[in-house]
T-cell receptor, first 112, second 116 residues
Framework: TQLLEQSPQFLSIQEGENLTVYCNSSSVFSSLQWYRQEPGEGPVLLVTVVTGGEVKKLKRLTFQFGDARKDSSLHITAAQTGDTGLYLCAGRLSGGSYIPTFGRGTSLIVHP | GAVVSQHPSWVICKSGTSVKIECRSLDFQATTMFWYRQFPKQSLMLMAT?????????EQGVEKDKFLINHASLTLSTLTVTSAHPEDSSFYIC????????????FGPGTRLTVL
């Protein structure tokens, strides 16, 4: 059973389009991270959200943590080819020991 | 954030040989390091949690005698794939986290292992 369900698994869009990636769980997380990974490299942290309802922006990327801290979303506005990569959400379960939990990832391809 | 390096970045070996992968935390004293395995276009699969000065904690289904982990110092953890077989071919990534890093993980660049 996957604690963090990410959707969609694959996304292929044209440059300039908007997209949203979702990360859902039935469990409560004390914090949640979003990473981006390019082929042949390790994941790079994009953002950490810790407060229910929190919204963070990173240029064209908007991250939201659900009010109940069970879900999160990543919205990209006007996607660019440089946004291509694997997007991973990960979180720390509330009240649990620090064992990282990762979603399955969303593979995004942005075509020129 | 922490800077993490891995060596080698890629390795090709013959079936039956052992391969050692190093993970170094360059600017962060890491009491805990994590080892992951990743197949193409898939997410990370946690293999084990490496604790400095003590035995690693392995995830269910990961053979501890096959994947030997040593975390002898606060800046170095090693993963040795013993008697490697073609099915061990994968992308191996380490990370540091916890402590001063909080819930964030800082990843190494990964090591591509190909077993012929």
């Amino acid at each position: 059973t996957q604690l963090l369900e990410q959707s969609p698994q694959f996304l292929s869009i044209q440059e300039g389009e908007n997209l949203t990636v979702y990360c859902n769980s039935s469990s409560v997380f004390s914090s949640l991270q979003w990473y981006r990974q390019e082929p042949g490299e390790g994941p790079v942290l994009l953002v950490t959200v810790v407060t229910g309802g929190e919204v963070k922006k990173l240029k064209r990327l908007t991250f939201q943590f659900g009010d109940a801290r069970k879900d999160s979303s990543l919205h990209i506005t006007a996607a660019q080819t440089g946004d291509t990569g694997l997007y991973l959400c990960a979180g720390r379960l509330s009240g649990g020991s620090y064992i990282p939990t990762f979603g399955r990832g969303t593979s995004l391809i942005v075509h020129p | 954030g922490a800077v993490v390096s891995q060596h080698p970045s890629w390795v090709i070996c013959k079936s039956g040989t052992s391969v050692k992968i190093e993970c170094r935390s360059l600017d962060f004293q890491a009491t805990t390091m994590f080892w992951y395995r990743q197949f193409p276009k898939q997410s990370l699969m946690l293999m084990a949690t490496s604790n400095e000065g003590s035995k690693a904690t392995y995830e269910q289904g990961v053979e501890k005698d096959k994947f030997l982990i040593n975390h002898a110092s606060l800046t170095l953890s090693t993963l040795t794939v013993t008697s490697a077989h073609p099915e061990d071919s994968s992308f191996y990534i380490c990370s540091v986290g916890g402590g001063l890093a909080g819930d964030t993980q800082y990843f190494g660049p990964g090591t591509r292992l190909t077993v012929l």
